[in-house]
């Protein structure tokens, strides 16, 4: 009898133990489905926080001739060169884009007005240093040919042709990198090769522009001194543009 009394009290240890682990099996279970589902409300949310902004009778305020950059001059380009958004709201912005126009500063003014060009940039920056801006951030710009790109860029031309160096000037680059500092700031990011191409670089491409006579060692770190300098100023209390 003392055996089988040994024997029933393992076999009900033991069921009680395996209840025991089912428990923590289920309670794991719940708790990890509970994590889980805190996760999924959050980037549901996000995703509807997207979603909303895409909706069309949604829309930022906005000003005629307003502009991202202060200093450049507004020149709207057609609006069958872009479209309407909401950025970086309904989609993020993580790249800057370099372009060379490949004619005069006042030829890509002209066909970025022209609704049958079909493309336009954000921004034009002259040899002389001017900048003009023909579409707002917040909106897709048709400059990259691939339209993940063109929902996630900035898109900037250059006045010149890819194979004339002497087009590219000290003071289209000094005015370039702070107009690309300030894109990195705005949207944070990074001031890296990763982040600034060409549009060479943008995958299914057929365009070679900024071409080989851009001078990248010397433009990237001039967009980091550029953000640095815009860093000290907003440390100091004075709003950049």
């Not at 805190?38 to 930022?60: C, H, I, M, T």
């Not at 007005?113 to 921004?123: E, F, L």
């Not at 967009?223 to 860093?231: G, K």
Request: charged share 30%; proline share 5%; glycine share 10%.
């Amino acid at each position: 009898m003392g055996e089988k009394k040994t024997d029933t009290e393992a076999r009900t240890k033991g069921r009680r133990a395996k209840d025991d682990d089912r428990r923590v099996g289920r309670r794991a279970l719940i708790m990890g489905g509970a994590a889980a589902a805190v996760g999924s409300a959050v980037l549901a949310r996000d995703e509807l926080a997207r979603l909303w902004w895409r909706l069309p009778s949604v829309e930022k305020p906005r000003k005629e001739g307003e502009v991202d950059f202060t200093g450049a001059q507004w020149v709207a380009a057609s609006s069958a060169n872009w479209r309407l958004a909401d950025r970086p709201d309904d989609y993020g912005i993580d790249r800057v884009i370099i372009h060379v126009t490949q004619g005069s500063f006042d030829s890509a003014v002209k066909v970025f007005q022209d609704p049958g060009h079909g493309a336009a940039a954000h921004y034009i920056v002259g040899q002389d240093g001017r900048i003009t801006q023909m579409i707002r951030e917040l909106d897709v710009a048709y400059h990259a040919g691939n339209r993940e790109y063109n929902e996630r860029s900035v898109g900037i031309e250059h006045e010149g042709f890819v194979d004339r160096p002497q087009d590219f000037t000290d003071a289209m680059y000094e005015a370039s990198a702070r107009l690309t500092a300030r894109i990195c700031g705005r949207y944070d990011i990074p001031v890296d090769r990763e982040h600034i191409i060409g549009h060479v670089e943008v995958p299914g491409t057929d365009h070679t522009d900024p071409g080989p006579h851009w001078d990248w060692d010397r433009y990237i770190p001039l967009v980091r001194q550029a953000l640095s300098a815009q860093e000290q100023t907003q440390a100091a209390g004075t709003p950049t543009g």
